[in-house]
């Protein structure tokens, strides 16, 4: 039958392996709440009515809200992270001091982020709440920033080890490929990182990015987290 076919098909199965994980979730959420912010500018700069605009602005906030509460409690796993990357003692320095503050930057950033959850839900208003969450924004930027130094670190890596292959043997060619995935994945975090980037930096002031242009970019990187989680759950 049509039915059973559709419902013991293998995509079917995928899509519930991967509702069923937290990150899946949020990350169908994120890209729907970035590109309500992209739209909703879209609209405004078109002077369209204030009632086509507000769905996608009520997306937005909401979707960004109950993504904060998806987010809370989530900040030990980092620190947790942070500590263990810290004690190994066989990573590369460079990569090693990246990894840690990557780790350090997004448990700062959920810390703060948590701390503001009461205000930003109308539960309990309170006057440090903006302070709280620009140093929330500021630990995101520090963790973004060591994570896109790790990734051209890395690239820069991988590119020293390809000039010393020989492509001329078997074993060398199985190398290469192997490197180019390698790349072809550091370069996919590297586009995801400086995406999320213009987020905090908009925020904090330090660049002048419009709702449309951070819209698009969390929109990417929402993206590329998606098809991530969706291969994870293969």
């Not at 001091?97 to 930003?120: E, P």
């Not at 309990?124 to 130094?149: I, M, T």
């Not at 990182?193 to 449309?212: H, I």
């Amino acid at each position: 039958m049509v039915a059973d076919a559709l419902v013991y098909h293998p995509t079917v199965a995928h899509y519930l392996r991967y509702v069923a994980t937290t990150v899946g979730r949020d990350k169908l959420l994120r890209t729907l709440q970035y590109f309500s912010r992209f739209y909703a500018w879209y609209l405004l700069r078109t002077n369209s009515p204030q009632a086509s605009i507000a769905p996608f602005d009520a997306i937005k906030k909401q979707f960004g809200l109950s993504r904060k509460l998806m987010r809370v409690g989530k900040n030990v796993e980092h620190f947790k992270a942070a500590a263990a990357l810290a004690d190994n003692k066989n990573m590369d320095p460079v990569l090693k001091t990246c990894a840690v503050g990557r780790q350090l930057g997004y448990a700062g950033y959920l810390t703060f982020d948590m701390i503001t959850y009461f205000d930003s839900a109308g539960i309990r208003p309170s006057p440090s709440a903006k302070r709280l969450q620009k140093e929330a924004y500021r630990a995101w930027f520090a963790g973004l920033f060591f994570s896109a130094v790790s990734s051209v670190y890395t690239l820069y890596q991988l590119r020293e080890k390809e000039r010393a292959i020989d492509r001329k043997e078997g074993e060398g060619v199985v190398e290469s490929k192997k490197l180019q995935r390698e790349r072809a994945a550091v370069n996919i975090q590297l586009v995801s990182d400086l995406c999320d980037l213009t987020v905090p930096s908009a925020a904090l002031g330090l660049v002048n990015f419009d709702d449309g242009f951070v819209g698009l970019a969390g929109t990417v990187s929402s993206l590329i987290g998606v098809w991530s989680q969706w291969k994870k759950t293969a």
